[in-house]
């Protein structure tokens, strides 16, 4: 896995095109979603959400997982002919020969499987597909700096992505249970049909502004009670921005987090078409604002939440401390005195929590909040990518 991971992260010149390693990484990718596709289509009541099952075309899979694996495998063979360590090539063709095994493109002829206990493999996959699709070019093409897309602890946020898509029935059932309890012991109804017979697109707004409002002060307890920042810390650990990065949270905190902001979405009765459309919406939205991004987006910076809006919310400056906590619309810090947007159009000059105490590691990350300070180990940045650091330690960090 070591010999794996430093070709995944090759310096420049051994990246370049008719290298075979733009080849070989698109074969990996290639053969890592088709096995997994493989593994759903094969265990599907175990690897699927039920809720998606209906909805899926099975032909179409098949299709597609067909043309993955054919293409990992010619990209794949590329690769060996072309590079000189061959590990990319060959543990691409081993995904798929193990994907092949387990039945290919024909491992199920059903997904219309019931199952009480599930875990989200395919949820994982579709996010990994559709945000990676949209953000990784983006990135390259308008990225604030140059950044390779295998940078510094990118296996962790990988890790936490993969965790929490595989963790979506638990996380879901443990994050609506207060509203399900204020449902059942309250009685809405007329309050609830009159917010439900709104125009869809005003539904959307008033999700928008009331999950952005409990949201902010969710947010800025995480950061100002020392209990919560434990947990908040991690997230702000990441000492890289890009889309990948929106993924490193706690699980505790996702709960907490999620248990309150869809307290109005659910308890006010809005339509399960403004609550789908906001879930997509917000999934994009927490890429974006965390993606390597340096777009001038002009006016909208100070009315809606942006990438610099947000970069500034993670800066390592002591500007950058307890400030921009909204999602949504920065009025709100402004309203709260937490507002923070430079008028000169600068960005931060890096990123993490002062002297980096965040340790590297899922497990040792999910046990931080738990471990006393004189037990944690710190995490210098990589010097090859350069992070400032302030000058003396706040109070509580961003």
């Known amino acids: 896995m070591t010999v794996l991971r430093q070709e995944l992260e090759s310096a420049e010149p051994e990246r370049r095109f008719g290298s075979g390693w733009i080849s070989g990484v698109l074969a990996l990718v290639l053969a890592g979603l088709g096995l997994g596709a493989v593994l759903c289509l094969r265990y599907p009541e175990v690897l699927t959400v039920p809720e998606a099952r209906n909805l899926y075309n099975v032909a179409l899979i098949r299709l597609a997982v067909q043309v993955v694996l054919v293409g990992g495998f010619l990209l794949g063979i590329l690769s060996i002919v072309l590079r000189r360590n061959k590990i990319l090539g060959f543990t691409a063709l081993g995904c798929i020969l193990i994907a092949t095994a ?34 990784i070019p ?7 700096k140059e950044q390779p897309i295998f940078r510094y602890e990118w296996r962790e946020d990988l890790l936490y992505f993969l965790i929490s898509s595989l963790l979506v029935q638990v996380l879901t059932f443990l994050s609506l ?7 059942s012991h309250t009685d809405w109804g007329g309050l609830r049909r009159a917010v439900g017979s709104q125009p869809v697109i005003l539904q959307f707004l008033e999700i928008m502004l009331l999950t952005d409002l409990v949201q902010y002060w969710v947010h800025r307890a995480f950061h100002r009670v020392s209990f919560l920042w434990k947990f908040h810390a991690i997230h702000h650990s990441a000492q890289s921005m890009d889309w990948l990065a929106s993924s490193r949270m706690h699980l505790f905190e996702i709960v907490i987090l999620r248990g309150s902001t869809v307290i109005p979405m659910y308890v006010l009765g809005f339509t399960e078409s403004a609550l789908y459309a906001y879930i997509v919406f917000v999934y994009f939205l927490a890429a974006f604002v965390h993606a390597n991004l340096r777009v001038p987006l002009g006016w909208i910076d100070r009315w809606l939440v942006t990438p610099r809006f947000h970069h500034w919310h993670h800066g390592i400056e002591h500007e950058a401390i307890d400030v921009n906590f909204a999602v949504h619309f920065p009025f709100l810090d402004w309203l709260f005195g937490t507002y ?42 990589p010097p090859s990518e350069g992070n400032p650091v302030a000058a003396s330690p706040p109070d509580q960090n961003s």
């Open 177 to 183: 249970a207060p509203s399900l309890t204020i449902l």
């Open 102 to 135: 387990l039945g290919g493109s024909g491992a199920q002829d059903r997904l219309q499987l019931q199952s009480d206990v599930y875990l989200g493999l395919d949820w994982f996959l579709l996010n990994l597909i559709f945000t990676g699709i949209v953000f």
């Open 138 to 144: 983006i990135e390259r093409l308008l990225g604030k």
């Open 340 to 381: 923070h947007l430079p008028a000169d159009g600068r960005w931060p000059s890096g990123y993490g929590i002062e002297d980096h105490p965040i340790p590297r590691g899922f497990l040792r990350q999910f046990l931080y909040p738990l471990t006393p300070a004189r037990e944690a180990v710190p995490v210098a940045f």
